[in-house]
């Protein structure tokens, strides 16, 4: 039986089996996964806090930047939140055109471009900034832009994380009362600043659109910023009230559409909330990918049934 597991674990095989499991023990199946993830998540999180310095809002940043963008941009935007650190950020954020200075010149996005005046500006003053704070520039060369949705380009994502960081004091603080989706939108619910509404990209003019950090995105940010921020951090200074609040937020977001899920829903798995579908995420990275469905939840139990002739 293990062997028709493992064979079968790369395509999910057990979704099936999954689909048929009645809702209690579904239930308990997906509360040990998702808490699984979320104390995986922590020590990540951790990791990034004790390079930071210590500091939270740090942290808090550097997940910020890491998911605003395109997944096969993360590692450059976690690149970036730590040569442009938030404690110059800090020191701008009465400032968004300063900031956006910062951010995108930090970047090197600006030198892929044609120049017109107000990149030219952008340039002029992250000039000053790097010299300043010792800012070395990423290369464009360090990011995905080719085949990507022109709402989600780098460069549109830092102008909206600008104007975020501009307007919001107490950042860490505003994360950790977030108790709904609603709460959520409204908190990253931003546009980029007026020069972008006619600019998916530097010095290109396009048609009017306000570029603003929408529903979809802000459900990404509350999976994968907020609800583990509040998670990380009660963990750390024990509190169980920042704890259910994070698993409460994660009740309430809608449940993730991914490639990770679709195996999942191929066979009739119907995820209700982002706590079942990081549960599903937990279960293919940690298990299925690894082939290790003698530990797995649903693989125990599948062997289980079959030795009893179920």
Not at 82 to 109: D, F, K, N, W
Not at 171 to 192: H, S, W, Y
Not at 233 to 245: F, Q, W
């Amino acid at each position: 039986m293990i062997n028709r597991l493992t064979a079968g674990a790369a395509v999910c095989s057990c979704n099936g089996y999954l689909a048929r499991t009645d809702a209690l023990h579904l239930t308990e199946i997906y509360t040990s996964l998702a808490y699984e993830r979320l104390k995986r998540k922590y020590e990540y999180i951790r990791k990034i806090y004790e390079t930071s310095g210590e500091n939270w809002n740090q942290t808090f940043y550097t997940l910020l930047l890491r998911f605003l963008g395109a997944p096969n941009n993360s590692d450059a935007f976690e690149t970036l939140a730590s040569r442009a650190g938030y404690g110059t950020v800090l020191r701008y954020a009465q400032s968004p055109r300063t900031l956006e200075a910062l951010l995108i010149g930090g970047s090197g996005l600006l030198e892929a471009y044609p120049n017109d005046e107000y990149t030219l500006d952008l340039k002029r003053e992250f000039a000053y900034l790097a010299h300043k704070h010792s800012i070395e520039p990423m290369s464009p060369s360090d990011w995905k832009t080719t085949n990507i949705y022109p709402h989600n380009h780098p460069v549109i994502r830092l102008a909206q994380a600008a104007a975020f960081l501009a307007q919001r004091e107490f950042v860490m603080n505003n994360i950790l009362e977030c108790r709904t989706p609603k709460d959520v939108a409204q908190l990253f619910g931003v546009g980029a600043s007026d020069y972008w509404v006619e600019h998916f990209v530097p010095s290109l003019q396009s048609a009017s659109v306000v570029k603003r950090i929408g529903f979809s995105k802000s459900n990404i940010l509350a999976i994968n910023v907020v609800a583990q921020l509040q998670y990380a951090y009660g963990s750390y200074i024990g509190s169980d009230r920042l704890r259910d609040r994070a698993i409460t937020l994660l009740e309430t977001v809608p449940p993730e559409d991914n490639a990770k899920v679709r195996k999942w829903a191929a066979g009739g798995v119907r995820p209700k909330n982002a706590f079942e579908t990081q549960a599903l995420i937990q279960l293919t990275d940690e298990y299925c990918r690894r082939q290790r469905c003698e530990e797995c939840p649903v693989g125990r139990r599948i062997i289980k049934s079959v030795s009893a002739g179920l």
